[in-house]
């Protein structure tokens, strides 16, 4: 039982370039979340998705896009990087009524 | 819309002392769950405690203690005893329903309190 696991651990991109950080779980979670957090502001929510074949956005969505491709994963795409993307993303997923669980997270740098 | 305040950005402490991090929040909902995260210096968040609107019991697990205070809009969280592995970044959060209900428990954190425990 991996919990929930992201690739790549670290990125480096230049800016205008374009990646996608993977996230996914095997706890059977139905609600996925992506988070960013930059120094001194916490983690703020990006998108979250309630459930299989449904995303919405929250805090920070501008710049990225997301995807549930199944009920196990939930990924982030940022299309053209900007140096203000420069962040730690954490997903994490969570059971009905339960805390969520978070991933490792994402070192991104966008230079 | 939901804040959350943790107005200390940083703490020193040395060893075996107490340590006591404040937490407030803002919400016009009646129900909602407040949480405590720990970030060690390798990064992973570790979930601490979930307390939910209704329950203002105080809980002790170990050297931890969690104050919970309607009143105030408090949620503080005391480390007794402090010891070097307790140094890690603690977050506060808000969440206004756990239960799957419209809000989906998207957490609202705090800014993190960075705590620095000496030997």
């Known amino acids: 039982n991996a919990g929930v696991t992201q690739t790549p651990k670290f990125q480096v991109l230049k800016t205008g370039q374009s990646m996608t950080l993977q996230c996914a779980q095997d706890m059977n979670h139905n609600s996925m979340y992506w988070y960013r957090q930059d120094p001194g502001m916490g983690l703020r929510l990006i998108y979250y998705?309630?459930?299989?074949?449904?995303?919405d956005k929250g805090e920070v969505p501008n710049g990225y896009n997301v995807s549930r491709l199944n009920k196990r994963e939930f990924s982030l795409r940022l299309e053209s990087a900007a140096p203000s993307q420069t962040s730690v993303y954490f997903c994490?997923?969570?059971?009905?009524?339960?805390?969520?669980?978070f991933g490792p997270g994402t070192r991104l740098t966008v230079t | 819309a939901q804040k959350v305040t943790q107005a200390q950005t940083e703490i020193s402490v040395v060893e075996k002392e107490d340590v006591t991090l404040d937490c407030v929040y803002e919400?016009?909902?009646?129900?909602?769950?407040l949480f405590w995260y720990k970030q060690p210096p390798s990064g992973e968040l570790v979930f601490l405690i979930r307390r939910n609107s209704f329950d203002e019991q105080n809980e002790i697990s170990g050297r931890y203690s969690w104050n919970f205070q309607k009143s105030t809009s408090s949620f503080n969280f005391t480390i007794t005893a402090s010891q070097v592995v307790d140094s890690a970044v603690y977050f506060c959060?808000?969440?206004?329903?756990?239960?799957?209900?419209?809000?989906?428990?998207?957490?609202?954190f705090g800014q993190g309190t960075i705590l620095t425990v000496h030997p």
């Open positions: 919400t016009r909902d009646t129900t909602y769950y």
């Open positions: 959060a808000l969440s206004l329903d756990n239960a799957g209900g419209t809000s989906y428990g998207k957490l609202t």
């Open positions: 994490a997923s969570r059971p009905p009524g339960g805390e969520q669980y």
């Open positions: 998705s309630a459930s299989e074949g449904t995303t």
